[in-house]
């Protein structure tokens, strides 16, 4: 016995050493990749020195003699940074992910293929202006230069992910920066789902009145009444809905659920509101959470002055940041830039769909997809004069698609003339809010607001092109309409002066929180499905309580916890319910009620992540949601993941006969609005006791409230997960200004996916006082301190220095690297 248990403990000793040896031989080899930021190197590609400086968050500030070599500085720092970031870009708007990822990704591969958007990037690439074009052939050397000394030196690989992934990285070229532009379009535009969404509900409603309470339009405006979506199509069967559901989203996919499409918030005070005498401008743009962030931030040395603030890997440009004379802020603008159309298929020749002139055949392309372990798949590419013909399985499109019949999209960024980086790098170039309101014309998409301030002024404009509907539009850009009738067609783009635009407003203030900014009568309406109608009146508010603002004001109101909608829905949707009835006994469910309403009673709407009022209101809302569609929608219900306040608000008030939802048709007795806000408590506190307990009091929203920001490819890798994502407990919620989007589905359905990735705060009174913030760090590398650096200040609501003072970036520096040319 003796001699076997010395064995054993010789046999665990060796594996206990075995598993040491192979961790650190890990580590080595993964550490190989970590860039040395204290180091002079030798590059092809450069006139003269470069020096990049480094400061003591990892952000670089990026010196050349001219603005190529400062381009070329930027591309290399991208790189060694991010590179496997830019590697994930790149593969997804190619269509080329199953290359790594094998069948998983394959569906997202085909409908980029069928989008084509590098297709139609690399045509961009010939109307770029030549100061774009040299920016862009600068930056690609840049990045090619760090991949050659990553390849001469053996530097593992570039990024730890390539030990794990056969990921080739080929030289960079100027159309995979335009590309790249292009692939946000797919993140920020909703309004293909929201078209099928608004369509598949239409079907699914006995009383298609009420779709004016399910999908409402943003208070304050008005619409002629719409066809039923059947009766389009009076001659086809579409009353059988498959109800594919939502399912679970992909992270490796750029086409998430409507909820998530783009939001921002972005404010500007004139000097007259300003105690400094000088501009201010705030910016803080959501987009979905992930490890590393989207987000890079870097300080360039241009010709025309330094420029500071957010890039995204891939790009050269800051897209949000300041020079010394000028701010730029984006927030998404919600312009109706995608149109879908059902095509009818000739019935003799399926390779003929119907266009005004008769039957035509569909341009066709075959693609080859390869896929990692398996054979490589074929794909025909169809477009129609309308755009490129989709699969039935994206956005539940064969659901509306009557049999005979193919959707095709319609869409501005589906252009090979894409002059938006173009006008991104005019941008930086630009010293006033004159000069960059020009520069916006070139915006193709996708598009945004932006909002300028100089030292003196303040201006907003929607940029990105508008397309020119016909007034006689059959459904007017909500769903999809008949792709063959002329008045359904785009008729062009709308000029650059029909874009919404307010410059020097008379109060000195201005904003956006992706809220409705016009009210316009269709076709010059903008859009009818807007990011926000909640976070604006707390803006509103916290804008209008001070007669002038400060810095850390307009801090104060990015980093603003407190819900609009919690203290205008609860008051309405518990009028019936507060303070009512006996004390009931400790232990039942009546009594578990009670408390949760004597908390809300007393609570100010702040979603705080140390309260537990956020959790309670948080569940019910849910829960009311739920009871109010699930019986007039069935599945269907589940594609309508976020309660929407403007929903619940016509119900309680009982707007147009909305209160209607309150009644269960399945039903004998009739419902009351209380009697279902009731029921959805009671619903709520089962759900929270049943994952949190019954002591309320010491429920936490952070708990349930935390910010995932998940490495995509690794984040569910086991034990390799707490290395690569970061999670944090978090305050905010779906429409607070400091937005904290919930994920709306699952089993967690209130952790926080989607928000501010970059927060700039910028006086022009003194721009060096200047503050901004990335949610994670720097560096894309897991193993590199600057992975996570910067996450637990972004999470207490701090900043960083955002100041073009060479010496200050200097001071206490985590590096120096000098770019030196091969030859002089």
């Known amino acids: 016995m003796a ?46 020195p470069v020096e990049i400086v480094r400061d003591n968050a990892n952000v670089p500030h990026i010196f050349g003699q001219d603005d ?15 590179l496997w970031q830019m590697t994930m870009l790149r593969r997804t708007v190619q269509g080329r992910l199953s290359e790594v990822f094998g069948t998983r990704t394959l569906n ?61 990285f080929s030289p960079w070229q100027p159309a995979d920066s335009i590309a790249i532009v292009k692939l946000l379009g797919a993140k920020l535009s909703p309004h293909l789902e929201e078209e099928v969404l608004y369509a598949r509900s239409s079907l699914a409603l006995q009383d298609e009145t009420r779709l004016a309470d399910l999908m409402p339009l943003a ?47 972005a404010f500007a005070a004139a000097p007259a509101r300003s105690a400094s005498g000088g501009t201010l401008l705030a910016n803080d743009p959501h987009l979905g959470f992930e490890a590393p962030g989207i987000w890079y931030l870097a300080r360039l040395e241009l010709q025309s002055g330094g420029v500071i603030g957010g890039t995204i890997p891939g790009v050269p440009a800051v ?122 014309r070139f915006f193709i998409g996708p598009s945004q607001n932006l909002t300028l301030v100089d030292r003196d002024v303040i201006a907003m404009k929607t940029v990105g092109a508008m397309p020119r509907r016909a007034a006689r539009h059959e459904s007017q850009g909500r769903m999809p309409s008949r792709g063959w009738l002329p008045e359904n067609r785009w008729q062009g783009i709308s000029p650059y002066s029909a874009n919404p635009e307010f410059v020097a407003p008379a109060g000195g203030l201005l904003g956006n929180t992706n809220n409705k900014m016009v009210d316009r009568p269709f076709p010059l309406h903008v859009s009818f499905a807007w ?44 009028a019936d319910l507060w303070f009512t009835g006996e004390s009931a006994p400790d232990g039942t469910p009546e009594r578990l009620r009670q408390d949760a309403l004597k908390l809300l009673a007393e609570w100010n709407g702040e979603m705080n992540e140390h309260l537990p009022e956020p959790l309670i209101y948080a569940a019910w809302l849910r829960a009311l949601q739920d009871r109010l569609i699930l019986d007039d929608l069935g599945p269907l219900a589940h594609e309508f993941t976020h309660p929407d306040p403007v929903f619940i ?111 700039g705060v910028y006086d022009f009174a003194d721009p060096d006082s200047s503050v901004f913030i990335a949610a994670t760090g720097q560096s894309g590398h897991f193993l590199s301190r600057h992975y996570d650096d910067l996450a637990q200040l972004w999470r207490r609501g701090e900043y960083i220095p955002m100041s073009l003072d060479p010496e200050l970036a200097r001071a206490a520096a985590v590096g120096v690297t000098v770019l030196q040319p091969a030859t002089q």
């Open 3 to 48: 001699v076997v248990f010395k064995w054993l403990l010789r046999a665990a000793g060796g594996m206990i050493v075995l598993a040491l040896i192979v961790v650190v031989g890990l580590y080595l080899l993964l550490s190989r990749s970590l860039p040395d930021y204290d180091r002079t190197v030798t590059v092809e590609g450069l006139k003269a």
């Open 68 to 82: 190529t070599d400062t381009f070329f500085g930027l591309g290399y720092a991208h790189a060694q940074d991010r």
């Open 108 to 168: 997202i591969d085909k409908v980029l293929r069928r989008y084509d958007l590098y297709g139609l990037a690399r045509q961009s690439v010939e109307v770029q202006d030549a100061q774009t074009m040299a920016a862009l052939n600068a930056y690609s050397a840049g990045i090619n230069a760090r991949l050659q000394e990553i390849n001469d030196q053996a530097l593992g690989r570039g990024a730890p992910e390539m030990f794990l992934f056969n990921a080739p």
């Open 219 to 265: 208070p304050g405006s008005g619409i002629a009444a719409l066809p039923e979506y059947a009766a389009l199509f009076p001659h086809s069967d579409l009353t059988q809905l498959a109800h594919a559901g939502t399912g679970v989203a992909n992270p490796l996919s750029p086409f998430q659920h409507r909820a998530f499409a783009g939001a921002s918030n």
């Open 319 to 440: 897209l949000t940041g300041r020079s010394a004379e000028l701010g730029w802020a984006i927030t998404s603008s919600y312009m109706d830039d995608q149109d879908l159309h059902i095509e009818e298929l000739n019935p003799e020749n399926p390779e003929e769909y119907r266009t005004p002139d008769g039957f035509k055949p569909f341009g066709t392309a075959r693609s080859i997809i390869k896929i990692k372990g398996a054979d490589p798949v074929t794909l025909t590419r169809r477009w129609t004069e309308n755009g490129p013909v989709l699969p039935g399985s994206h956005y539940n499109l064969a659901e509306v698609t009557p049999p005979g019949h193919v959707a095709s999209l319609s869409w501005t960024i589906l252009t090979p003339r894409d002059t938006t980086l173009s006008a991104a790098i005019a941008l930086m170039h630009a010293k006033s809010v004159p000069e960059a309101l020009d520069a916006g």
């Open 531 to 574: 990011g926000d109608t909640q976070r604006v009146h707390r803006w509103r508010k916290l804008m209008q309580d001070r007669e002038v603002h400060t810095r850390d004001s307009f801090i104060e109101a990015q980093l603003d916890t407190v819900s609009f909608t919690a203290r205008s829905l609860l008051p309405l949707i518990g």
């Open 649 to 759: 608000e016509r119900v309680y008030r009982d707007i147009d006969g909305a209160a209607v939802w309150c009644d269960v048709k399945q039903s004998s007795p009739v419902e009351t609005c209380t009697d279902i806000a009731r029921l959805a408590l009671d619903d709520a506190l089962v759900w929270i006791s049943d994952n949190y307990g019954t002591a309320l009091e010491s429920l936490r929203w952070g708990d349930t409230h935390q910010a995932t920001h998940d490495h995509p490819v690794l984040g569910e890798v086991p034990v390799l997960r707490y290395f690569v994502n970061i999670r944090q407990s978090t305050s905010g919620g779906d429409n607070t200004l400091l937005r904290g989007r919930t994920r709306g589905s699952g089993p967690e359905p209130f952790q926080n996916v989607h928000g501010a990735g970059y927060r």
